[in-house]
């Protein structure tokens, strides 16, 4: 419950709607073109893809065996399409993209406005 009530604090989750179908791994929390949280359930760390709306995005890692966050490099999309992640860790872990300048560090985002 502890990730799940750190998420609810940093992302806007009352917006968000299942939306398996934009992911490989089926499992996904988004608010398309906003935010997106994606599981990948497996414990290898086998590449999957995102649909993501067009935009800026940065990018967070989590484990959820070891609770260890980690920042990636910023991701550009041109135009809605899918885009290939791998994560830099085994196990399973969640996975969020946030639109560009949301994300402020590995304990707090902040939606921007307007």
Do not use: H
């Amino acid at each position: 419950m502890g990730d799940t009530r750190r998420y609810a604090e940093r992302m806007n989750l009352i917006d968000m709607v299942p939306r398996g179908d934009l992911t490989s791994t089926g499992y996904a929390l988004v608010n398309p073109g906003q935010e997106y949280l994606v599981l990948q359930p497996n414990e290898t760390n086998d590449a999957f893809e995102v649909r993501l709306a067009a935009g800026s995005y940065d990018v967070e890692w989590c484990s959820v065996k070891t609770r260890e966050t980690k920042q990636a490099s910023r991701v550009s999309v041109e135009r809605d399409g899918s885009v290939r992640f791998t994560a830099p860790f085994r196990g399973a872990r969640p996975f969020s993209l946030v639109p560009e300048g949301d994300l402020t560090g590995s304990s707090s985002w902040r939606r921007r406005v307007g």
